[in-house]
């Protein structure tokens, strides 16, 4: 079936330092995929997406890159800040069944 | 914009006991979802629905029922609550298969 993996976590930055959040995933055809953010006590909300194979999603300084010769959709970036704290959720659904699966989340701290 | 709005926020239950969480869009969207959110597991879905009168099984079904009768409700009933039905539930709408993914705030079980 559709399924995500993200990498272990927790992780813990210094503020300015550059992130990489691993994420691949198995799907059948060409599913869209999703990071979502959820912060301390809250629902999750959309940080970015891509619908097609080279597209790259970008939202308040974070991107990831569809990349289907490798199943992957690592979300980077250049500078944290504390403000990103949170929970991040790599995500798909399959055009085939409209299925919206999660991986199980990391984890990051930003420390001042 | 009321968006998803989820009831209640907490509920303590005993074990055995039923109950119906609550979940209402405004947005017309046609997808509903619930997830239950356990440490380690990320989000898994429940149930989830195209559509009104239509239904669907997600990956952890059992013990839960739902229904769609109108396009802006989607209740969760919990049939025989059981302790590990302990969690954090969250429904979700979203207008399309590939679009944003709205979620509520969060429904936090806790049964004895």
């Known amino acids: 079936g559709d399924s995500v993996t993200q990498m272990e976590g927790p992780v813990t930055l210094s503020e300015e330092a550059f992130l990489t959040i691993n994420c691949t995933y198995t799907?059948?055809?060409?599913?869209?995929l999703f990071w979502y953010v959820q912060y301390p006590g809250e629902g999750l909300q959309l940080l970015l997406k891509?619908?097609?194979?080279?597209d790259k999603g970008s939202n308040k300084g974070f991107e990831a890159t569809y990349r289907k010769e490798t199943t992957s959709f690592h979300l980077e970036k250049g500078s944290v800040q504390v403000s990103d704290s949170a929970v991040y959720f790599c995500a798909l659904t399959p055009r085939a069944n409209s299925k919206l699966t999660f991986g199980k989340g990391i984890t990051l701290s930003v420390r001042p | 914009n009321a968006g998803v709005t989820q009831t209640p926020k907490f509920q303590v239950l005993k074990t055995g006991q039923s109950m119906t969480l609550q979940c209402a869009q405004d947005?017309?969207?046609?997808?509903m979802s619930w997830y239950r959110q356990d440490p380690g597991m990320g989000l898994r879905l429940i149930h989830y629905?195209?559509?009104?009168?239509?239904?669907d099984q997600g990956e952890v079904p059992n013990g839960y029922n739902v229904s769609r009768s109108t396009t802006e409700d989607f209740p969760l009933r919990l049939l025989s609550a059981a302790p590990s039905q302990t969690s954090v539930y969250f429904c979700?709408?979203?207008?399309?298969?590939?679009?944003?993914?709205?979620f509520g705030q969060g429904t936090r079980l806790t049964v004895v």
């Open positions: 947005m017309n969207h046609e997808y």
């Open positions: 891509a619908t097609k194979a080279d």
């Open positions: 979700a709408s979203s207008l399309l298969w590939d679009t944003e993914a709205f």
């Open positions: 629905s195209v559509g009104a009168g239509i239904t």
């Open positions: 799907a059948t055809g060409y599913p869209s």
